[in-house]
């Protein structure tokens, strides 16, 4: 019985679109699916023949073939010029429903069809490394050691023995992946024979035992750039686990925490200081020198009758910026200081400092006067 055209199975023209294809055999194999016709016996082989002939005419060098030479493309018994395209799998190893099946529903299920076979690839490190603030601020170069794999030398990463390379997995062809078809649906599961790899090894190194690598620490000379914050991620590509049988390497991955100072508080790219100032400088005014990010001390003029809490700027005194040549500032707060362990004379001094006010109450402490006037109003509204 001699096979009906291709293009009349699917209901379509010669001229038609990859697209128009697509949805003419869709809509037939919804139609004539055995497990939609289980009482029509004619179903299952009208449904074969829809497979058959959608599995030719979606690949373009199949398609070409057909229109040329028509089914003695694929006949290789009959010595046709297309006789190597020959030989359909309509079975477990799947068929143009199956494969539309993955289209339509593979990357919504997680899977990525023959785009997500194992590639072997190394796996991503992490490695977590603590900085000063003063490392963050200038950077530095840093030596670091991770556990991780390298190439197997004794078979130069192949994975066979004397350097074989590896030979395609009988049980997949090399596809990485096995199908089962159960009713409407194809099951793809991960080849059991090479685990993904799609290529195996008939006589393993000794030394790797066939993986093509090996454990073995890495170090590695880090540059940390100036401006880095907490949390910073720096990617090394390459640096990572080495892959199987020479698959390319995963990255290494360094996380940076920067340590809490025992001075500077860090806010971005600023840096804020809390500064004790004696009692004396506050009320006077005077200077102090106050250290600084560099590691230098800068001198700081403070005004007189200067407040806990007021804050002086100190531009382009803060942390580095990231790939920038700028700088942020540097805030220092004022924490004026109470004596303590006064002696009889300063005390002596200090008292009379106290009676002198009482002359012009309010003038030396403006805010606790304001206060206490407040205090005074309150309690004079509430028993009136």
Not at 167 to 181: D, E, N, S
Not at 221 to 248: F, H, N, S, W, Y
Request: aromatic share 8%; hydrophobic share 35%; with cysteine.
């Amino acid at each position: 019985m001699s096979k009906r055209d291709y293009y009349e199975v699917l209901g379509a023209e010669k001229s038609a679109s990859a697209d128009d294809l697509k949805k003419a055999y869709r809509k037939l194999a919804m139609l004539y699916h055995p497990d939609r016709n289980p009482d029509d016996p004619g179903a299952a082989e009208k449904f074969k023949e829809l497979n058959e002939a959608y599995d030719v005419l979606k690949d373009e060098q199949k398609r070409a073939a057909y229109d040329r030479f028509g089914h003695a493309a694929f006949d290789g018994s009959r010595g046709g010029p297309g006789g190597g395209f020959g030989g359909f799998d309509f079975g477990g190893g799947g068929g143009g429903f199956s494969d539309l099946f993955e289209e339509m529903f593979g990357e919504f299920m997680g899977g990525g069809g023959r785009r997500g076979q194992a590639t072997g690839r190394g796996a991503d490190l992490r490695f977590n490394m603590e900085i000063s603030l003063e490392e963050a601020y200038a950077g530095k170069s840093a030596t670091v050691t991770v556990p991780s794999s390298a190439p197997c030398e004794s078979c130069k990463g192949s994975g066979g023995k004397d350097g074989s390379q590896p030979v395609a997995c009988t049980t997949c062809h090399g596809a990485g992946k096995v199908r089962a078809q159960q009713g409407f649906f194809t099951i793809e599961r991960t080849c059991p024979t090479c685990q993904g790899m799609g290529r195996v090894i008939k006589d393993p190194c000794r030394v790797c035992g066939g993986a093509g690598r090996v454990r073995k620490d890495k170090t590695l000379t880090v540059t940390i750039p100036a401006g880095v914050e907490d949390g910073t991620r720096i990617r090394l590509a390459g640096e990572g686990e080495a892959g199987m049988r020479g698959a390319p390497a995963g990255d290494l991955y360094l996380f940076l925490s920067v340590a809490a100072h025992r001075l500077f508080q860090r806010d971005g790219a600023n840096i804020y200081c809390r500064v004790p100032i004696p009692m004396t400088v506050a009320a006077l005014g005077g200077a102090l020198d106050v250290p600084t990010i560099e590691g230098t001390l800068t001198k700081v003029t403070i005004p007189p009758g200067t407040q806990t809490g007021n804050q002086f700027r100190l531009k382009n005194k803060g942390m580095s910026v990231l790939r920038s040549t700028a700088r942020g500032d540097m805030f220092i707060q004022a924490m004026v200081e109470t004596p303590v362990n006064l002696t009889a004379r300063q005390r002596e001094l200090l008292e009379e400092f106290d009676k002198a006010g009482d002359t012009e109450a309010g003038r030396h402490s403006p805010e606790s006067q304001g206060f206490f006037n407040k205090v005074k109003d309150l309690w004079k509204d509430l028993t009136d």
